[in-house]
């Protein structure tokens, strides 16, 4: 049995939102090796199946590249709402997201979801007179909201791994300056 584009979509929106939530909400979360590549595999199984031949011209370029934006933006929004800082226990950097966080993410994925299931049955003859009307295939759009999604995961899965570093080299830092009384690393 064959599953729809849709159900598809539908079934890979819940995947990103479960995976991204389990990860990442509630306290003390490890920032490890497996929690960073994670999202980044899932991301990357992702396009395959949907991305056949991005659009490298006209309009669909553009909905590809609004995709893109749009997932930068919401990663770097995801990435400003968690908390990155040193484990009380380990010294090692950890995370910490909340409910904003987990509304950012049910927003965005519950609206690329609604549009793909509206796309099909609310709204279909309308978007094909849009496509028609600024020369854009539907596919351009099916490659926009999967850019856009893979772009929200990479970037805020970097924005993590860019704070924890930070945390980890200003450790190294304050390690350096305490083995060295009275001299300052600064300039180094």
């Not at 990860?23 to 991301?43: E, M, N, V, W, Y």
């Not at 909201?145 to 899965?157: D, E, N, Q």
């Amino acid at each position: 049995m064959s599953l729809s584009a849709l159900t598809q979509a539908e079934i890979i929106n819940a995947a990103v939102l479960t995976v991204t939530l389990h990860t990442d909400l509630g306290s003390h979360k490890k920032i490890g090796a497996f929690r960073l590549l994670r999202p980044a595999l899932l991301a990357g199984a992702i396009v395959p199946l949907f991305i056949k031949s991005p659009i490298t011209h006209g309009n669909g370029l553009m909905i590809e590249l609004a995709g893109v934006a749009a997932g930068l933006l919401g990663g770097l929004l995801a990435t400003l709402l968690m908390k990155v800082y040193r484990s009380p226990k380990t010294g090692k950097p950890v995370s910490a997201a909340g409910l904003p966080y987990a509304l950012l993410w049910i927003v965005v994925i519950g609206a690329r979801a609604f549009f793909s299931y509206g796309a099909t049955h609310l709204f279909s003859r309308q978007l094909a007179d849009w496509c028609v009307t600024n020369q854009v295939t539907s596919a351009a759009i099916t490659d926009g909201l999967v850019f856009m999604a893979v772009a929200m995961v990479i970037t805020r899965t970097g924005g993590l791994a860019t704070r924890a570093a930070l945390l980890r080299g200003s450790q190294d830092q304050s390690a350096m300056a305490n083995s060295y009384p009275g001299q300052s690393t600064i300039g180094r």
